[in-house]
């Protein structure tokens, strides 16, 4: 049976050597072969080899089937990839022009192996590639093709839902629910969410299913993942990738426990109970969950990013962009505990809910616990103080600050400028590289602090593309995220996400707006970190003084935010008015109300 299956699996190698590269000369194209199919053949043989282990022989025969050939489609698509890469920075080009177009078409060819493997295996797969596409750092060729696995999840048919709530719960679905919708309202790589009614209170409700078949496969993806990217890292030490396979081993477990999730939704809920008038945050409440099936209530809205649902219900969508930030920047600065996965569809906006605690006119609905993480005290203090470096002018001694605190929370120094870049989402401000800012591109003048950024330029877009993916640096770019801790590099995810979010409700306030928020919630956070610090010392006329200063400067800058945030908060306002005076012209009120709304260019 191994035998068979290895041969299977160098069968499968084989094959896919049409996917050379047609430029490489005959004895590269050999030789990337040659190594593509040893990669491909030892993962089968290592998966296989796992699969022979299991005590059950017929449930190792079909595990290592299935490992040969998932592991197959992976180790294929990410070796040729690697190789692709290798042997395109190794040629010689004429211009600039030339190796951008190279580069860009290296881009694409690698981004559609991927996405024809992960498509063809399917289930956690599809999850790792749309993680992909919201990463920042990643080029747009790489980027865009993954935006099509948000719609490209399959339904779990009716009969499996009903024999895995029978099977989770020892319960029938009739016994469960007077009412239970057999289409999905929504339907995900790990689960799907269905509409239904609790026989015992009449309550609608959200009943989220996982897909029986990820129970099946989910060890064997897990292992096919770590074994094909440990023989990456084996060929191809520049492009380590192990941290990823760390990460799905620690992480998708948890996902697919839904009473894990459960705990984190909870948790979230009462971490925000302190500031329930203030911040328009809402938690579905769980009913009840085993690892596989969950009962929420059911929430009545509309896609964060809707606009005419939010212009139907008269909801402010720089309002909504600026509660969405407070909700995250609460999460990291205040809690140490943040949702990590809060792209559109994870995000709900609602009218709010009569008798209202807050100022607001919607709430903002959080869904999907399922990938969560808290923070170390000290890594937090840090990223606090980071940022608020960031954010303010560059002098000297701000300067050294935003380096000492981003080496301290784990980046290695000669990659400082790129992280600053993934972290902020802009070209690295004055002073990143160095004092003459060497290496740098000239077509982009740098600010000095994040206040000072201007609307993001083609020409600042292309130097963080042109900067990270030059020759010597994509393999930085990996360096940097095998050595950041997971918990930063799972923030940068976040911030990724949530300045796409400003960007797709097209608010019209300065895009400084969001960090001002962010600089606000960094100087409590390190004022409450003097504050323990000050309380852990002995009294003394020198600590008191220290204390004083660090609750002064936390008040000085909390108070110039503010008034900042007016400013630009007037500004916003005021460039709405522009739009509807300017829809008014064009197309009378209706013209009117659908340019303030963001709805007509």
Not at 534 to 554: H, P, Q
């Amino acid at each position: 049976m191994a035998f068979r299956l290895i041969g299977k699996t160098l069968k499968f190698a084989s094959r896919s050597r049409g996917a050379l590269p047609s430029a490489l000369p005959k004895r590269s194209r050999t030789r990337w072969a040659r190594r593509t199919t040893i990669a491909v053949g030892a993962s089968g043989l290592s998966l296989a080899a796992v699969g022979m282990t299991l005590d059950d022989p017929w449930t190792a025969a079909r595990h290592s089937g299935i490992a040969a050939e998932r592991s197959g489609r992976i180790a294929q698509a990410v070796v040729a990839s690697v190789v692709d890469y290798k042997f395109m920075f190794q040629r010689s080009y004429e211009g600039k022009d030339q190796y951008a177009r190279a580069l860009s078409e290296c881009h694409s060819r690698s981004a559609q192996r991927v996405l024809k493997a992960i498509l063809a295996n399917g289930g956690v797969y599809v999850k790792l590639g749309q993680h992909m596409s919201s990463m920042y750092l990643l080029p747009l060729e790489w980027t865009q093709p993954m935006r099509i696995l948000q719609d490209r999840c399959e339904p779990t048919p009716f009969k499996e839902v009903e024999a895995l709530v029978l099977d989770e719960t020892g319960r029938s679905l009739e016994s469960w629910f007077s009412y239970f919708d057999p289409e999905p309202i929504g339907i995900a790589s790990l689960a799907q969410v269905h509409r239904a009614v609790l026989r015992d209170t009449g309550e609608e409700v959200a009943v989220k299913i996982q897909h029986p078949s990820l129970r099946e496969f989910v060890d064997v993806d897990i292992k096919v993942t770590s074994a094909s990217l440990e023989w990456v890292r084996r060929l191809f030490p520049d492009f380590e990738l192990d941290w990823l396979g760390a990460e799905m081993r620690e992480n998708l477990p948890k996902e697919l426990d839904f009473i894990h999730e459960s705990r984190n939704a909870a948790r979230i809920a009462s971490d925000f109970q302190d500031c329930a008038s203030t911040v328009p945050l809402h938690v579905p409440r769980v009913l009840a969950s085993s690892p596989r099936f969950m009962v929420m209530e059911f929430i009545n809205g509309g896609r964060v990013d809707d606009l005419e649902y939010l212009a139907r219900h008269s909801i402010d969508r720089n309002q909504v962009a600026l509660a969405i930030q407070e909700v995250f920047v609460r999460m990291v600065h205040v809690y140490r505990f943040f949702h990590a996965d809060p792209h559109a569809g994870n995000l709900l906006i609602r009218p709010a809910q009569q008798p209202s605690r807050h100022k607001y006119n919607f709430d903002v609905v959080l869904l999907d616990h399922g990938l969560c993480y808290d923070l170390d005290a000290q890594l937090a203090d840090d990223y606090s103080r980071m940022w608020l470096a960031l954010i303010r002018p560059a002098t000297q001694a701000n300067l050294e600050k935003r380096r000492y605190y981003a080496i301290q929370i784990g980046t290695p120094p000669e990659l400082y400028p790129i992280f600053q870049t993934a972290i902020t989402g802009r070209a690295a401000l004055e002073g990143a590289w160095g004092s003459s800012d060497a290496g740098t591109s000239n077509a982009v003048i740098r600010a000095g602090s994040l206040l000072e950024l201007k609307a993001q330029s083609a020409a600042e877009k292309e130097a963080i593309r042109a900067a990270v993916l030059q020759d010597g640096l994509i393999v930085g770019v990996f360096a940097m995220l095998r050595h950041l801790p997971r918990r930063v590099v799972m923030i940068l995810k976040l911030n990724d996400l949530v300045r796409n979010l400003d960007s797709a409700l097209q608010t019209t306030h300065s895009k400084v707006r969001i960090f001002t928020i962010t600089a606000r919630y960094c100087a409590w956070a390190a004022w409450r970190d003097d504050w323990t610090r000050f309380r852990a010392r002995n009294l003394t006329l020198a600590s008191v003084a220290g204390c004083f200063a660090s609750w002064w400067e936390y008040q000085s800058v909390t108070a110039s935010f503010r008034l900042l945030e007016l400013a630009l908060d007037t500004q916003g306002w005021l460039v709405k008015q522009r739009l509807w005076w300017h829809g008014l012209w064009r197309d009378g009120l209706r013209g009117a109300r659908l340019e303030a709304a963001g709805l007509l260019v």
